[in-house]
């Protein structure tokens, strides 16, 4: 997950926002300046003040392929993939034979539901820089592999050659895990993925058991008996939360709700947690918190200032509608302090068979979250605690959490999108069970997946591995949520 961003590195561009203002009141149509001065706004979380000073830039019609690449950053960090697009379009114009202008552009077409052309894009990186593996991976990705055109010989001969470095043996080995799944090959599909998981492991400084005490730790604070009350201060808003674990389906939810015309997708927001941790700071006097200390002091802070914090983040990156949604999924850790601090908020908990989100999570390279999903052991033993709070969040906040299970959308969608829309305060619309022909960007690791109609595949493909998968399936058994 996102965490809030460092004290010190705000101040750091804070100082810098005001330096090149500075430089700006003598320079106001130098483009390098512009891009500069959005990169601090977007450090700082001012996404709109941030498209603004990169837009500003474009309109200099600068012809620097470098800036035109960080404008086109600007905008994609910012959400805002459309523009993001067309900056780098010219990009590559200019310069034709750079694979990191077309590597940002394939990432943005992905997002915009261009396949094609990211696999264009894609092809050429490769053929420009051999090396750049993370291409390798990305174009796995984005689409079903079949007999008559994969990569895996490529990939296959590339690893062979024992040069990629442990991050390129990594992305290679998830590449063939993947194309090797989608070609029926499944013992040779896991045999990638299990020592390029154990790989990427090897190179984690990460510690189970640390996660797992922190659920006990939310219990305490939050106990069943306590009674919620909610200050008479708290806001209105009624934004949707959608929590659980990441490859659950949330992003399938949200583009659902997007479908809705009063609902605006938010992604995945950082806000909570670091509206959260900082409203704890001020509590404490700023001084640096253990875990522990920091979640019993949770339970103590003004919960409709942190409500309000919120939205006011939320605001400034742009998204101004009454309804939208919020999609990252360890959001779940907060359900009890969304319920104080956003008391018309609704929350919506994905889930799927425990097993095929085990398996799911474990088969994704994440960049840099989840670091509890590259061992089957600590895999299960953080799927328990998860499982764990969140009965604890539905007995203590009853009626509060609609629990929606993706293998109930896949055997009936426009059923269990009537019951979402009326959990969530919403009236029909036909365009919500139409999610695949939504043209909204997603950003998440389900980018490809989104864009087709719903299938069921992915509902019983853990059970191809169940042999390698015994140990896992045996630790969620003994904790009582194998067969959830």
């Known amino acids: 997950m996102t965490g809030p961003l460092h004290a010190g590195v705000r101040a750091d561009a804070a100082d810098a926002l005001e330096r090149i203002g500075r430089m700006l009141l003598a320079e106001p149509l130098n483009a390098r300046l512009l891009v500069q001065r959005a990169q601090c706004l977007l450090a700082?979380?001012?996404l709109t003040q941030a498209c603004e000073s990169a837009h500003a830039a474009q309109r200099t019609r600068p012809t620097d392929s470098v800036v035109l690449d960080a404008i086109g950053s600007v905008f994609s960090r910012a959400s805002d993939q459309t523009r993001a697009l067309t900056a780098y379009d010219q990009a590559v114009a200019l310069a034709p034979g750079e694979p990191h202008f077309r590597f940002n552009r394939a990432t943005v077409r992905r997002f915009l539901g261009d396949l094609e052309g990211a696999e264009a894009d894609y092809d050429r990186v490769i053929e420009l820089r051999r090396h750049d593996y993370e291409a390798y991976l990305n174009r796995s990705e984005l689409r079903p592999q079949t007999r008559?055109?994969?990569h895996v010989a490529e990939l296959e001969r590339l690893l062979g050659k024992g040069r990629a470095g442990w991050s390129g043996e990594v992305a290679l080995r998830y590449a063939l895990a993947k194309e090797y799944e989608d070609l029926g090959e499944y013992e040779r599909s896991f045999a990638h993925l299990e020592r390029g998981a154990k790989l990427r492991r090897q190179h984690l400084h990460y510690d189970v058991s640390r996660d797992v005490a922190t659920v006990e730790w939310i219990i305490q604070a939050y106990p069943q008996t306590a009674d919620i009350h909610l200050s008479?201060?708290?806001?209105?808003?009624?934004?949707?939360?959608?929590v659980g674990l990441p490859r659950s389906g949330s992003t399938l939810v949200e583009r659902i709700l997007a479908g809705h015309s009063n609902v605006r997708p938010g992604g995945e927001l950082p806000h909570f947690a670091g509206s959260l941790v900082e409203a704890v700071n001020r509590l404490s006097g700023k001084k640096p918190l253990a875990r522990h200390e920091l979640v019993a002091q949770s339970a103590h802070v003004d919960f409709a200032a942190l409500g309000r914090d919120y939205l006011a983040r939320v605001r400034a990156q742009g998204l101004d509608a009454d309804r939208f949604t919020d999609k990252m999924p360890l959001n779940y850790l907060y359900c009890g302090l969304i319920r104080r601090a956003l008391p018309h908020a609704r929350i919506v908990h994905v889930t799927r068979h425990p097993m095929a989100a085990c398996y799911a999570i474990c088969k994704t390279r994440f960049q840099d979250g989840y670091p509890f999903s590259y061992d089957l052991e600590e895999l299960?033993?953080?799927?328990?605690?998860?499982?764990?709070?969140m009965r604890h969040w539905e007995k203590a906040l009853p009626g509060a959490i609609h629990e929606l299970r993706y293998e109930d959308l896949v055997r009936d969608l426009p059923g269990v999108t009537r019951r979402l829309l009326e959990f969530c305060g919403l009236d029909w619309q036909e365009n919500c069970s139409d999610f695949h022909n939504n043209t909204a960007p997603t950003t998440t690791a389900s980018a490809s997946q989104v864009r087709r109609p719903l299938y069921d595949t992915s509902v019983s493909q853990w059970r191809h591995y169940r042999n390698q998968l015994a140990s896992l399936e045996k630790l969620l058994r003994a904790a009582g949520v194998a067969d959830d």
Do not use: D, K, T
Request: no cysteine.
């Open 148 to 150: 008559e055109r994969n």
């Open 380 to 389: 299960g033993r953080y799927y328990i605690a998860y499982r764990r709070l």
């Open 232 to 242: 008479p201060q708290a806001s209105a808003a009624a934004p949707i939360f959608i």
């Open 44 to 46: 700082l979380g001012r």
